[in-house]
């Protein structure tokens, strides 16, 4: 896929079997685990509590991962595969690495399609909204810089897709 003439980089065929063996519950866990300890100001607070009980699908395409979970009691929690989700956000590891450091505009990335939403449309502006007006907390910053500088080394070593 190229944008406006752009190539973008797709994860290595090679990654993504090993990746694909492990199970979907076992992912949404890690990630769960990641945004409880990321989002905790945000959980006690109450901001996230829209989301208590809808289950969210974070689909990363290239990857062919898909993560589940829910709010459940102001902690996100992992769910099966057999919950279905109110709102799925799908994207290459790119992309989304891409909205998550704001290297690119969430509109952009939505508006280019190169970031889909199903379901909810409601809930997904919501949370969108939420979380471009989010200040990141000094406490995430390494993160983010790290997931930054990752970026770049991913797009010298990934493939661009067709």
Do not use: W
Request: aromatic fraction near 8%; glycine fraction near 6%; charged fraction near 20%.
């Amino acid at each position: 896929m190229s944008f406006l003439g752009q190539r973008l980089p797709q994860l290595p065929r090679p990654l993504v079997a090993p990746l694909a063996l492990i199970p979907g519950v076992i992912h949404s866990t890690i990630l769960t685990a990641t945004l409880n300890r990321a989002f905790r100001e945000l959980l006690d607070a109450g901001d996230l509590d829209f989301l208590e009980d809808q289950v969210l699908s974070v689909r990363v395409l290239d990857a062919r991962i898909e993560y589940r979970m829910r709010l459940s009691a102001r902690y996100f929690v992992p769910c099966s595969k057999a919950s279905v989700p109110s709102l799925t956000i799908a994207g290459t590891v790119y992309d989304l690495l891409s909205l998550v450091t704001r290297r690119e505009d969430s509109d952009t990335l939505f508006f280019n399609r190169r970031l889909i939403l199903e379901g909810d449309t409601a809930l997904g502006l919501q949370l969108k909204n939420m979380l471009d007006g989010l200040e990141v907390p000094a406490t995430l910053q390494p993160v983010i810089q790290g997931f930054d500088k990752f970026l770049g080394f991913y797009e010298r070593i990934a493939r661009p897709y067709a």
